[in-house]
Nanobody, 122 residues
C-alpha cells in the first residue's frame, strides 16, 4: 500500500492562494489515478479533483477554474494549486491513490494520510 503525506496547508484570506503537496512512498507513475479530497467539520469527505495516469483531470463544480491538480512522477508527488480561495474551501485536505473505473468515476483507496489543514478567513 502506497503511503501518502500531505503538506502545504495554512491560513489565508479570501482570494489568496495555497499549493498543496502529497509525497508518495513509491512511484506514482505506477498508480492509475490520484485525487484530492477534503473534509470540513460536520461534513462528509468530498472529492475535489482527480488526475489519471495520462494526465486527464476532473474537478468538482465548486472548485472548477480555481484549483489545478497535477502530478510530477519523477518526484513522486501530487499537487493541488488553489487560487481564489473562499471561506467554504476551509477543510482538511487529503490525497488519495485509487482508480478510475470504466464508467469514468474515481474509486478511492481507504488508506489515507494525515491530511493538511486549509483555513480561509479574514
Amino acid at each position: 500500500q502506497v503511503r501518502l503525506v500531505e503538506s502545504g496547508g495554512g491560513s489565508v484570506q479570501p482570494g489568496g492562494s495555497l499549493r498543496l503537496s502529497c509525497a508518495a512512498s513509491e512511484s506514482i507513475g505506477s498508480i492509475d489515478a490520484m485525487a484530492w479530497y477534503r473534509q470540513a467539520p460536520g461534513k462528509e469527505r468530498e472529492l475535489v479533483a482527480t488526475i489519471s495516469s495520462r494526465g486527464f483531470t476532473n474537478y468538482a463544480d465548486s472548485v472548477k477554474d480555481r484549483f489545478i491538480i497535477s502530478r510530477d512522477n519523477a518526484k513522486n508527488t501530487l499537487y493541488l494549486q488553489m487560487d481564489s480561495l473562499k471561506p467554504e474551501d476551509t477543510a482538511v485536505y487529503y490525497c488519495n491513490a485509487g482508480i478510475i473505473g470504466p464508467d469514468g468515476s474515481y474509486y478511492y483507496n481507504h488508506y489515507w494520510g494525515q491530511g493538511t489543514q486549509v483555513t480561509v478567513s479574514f
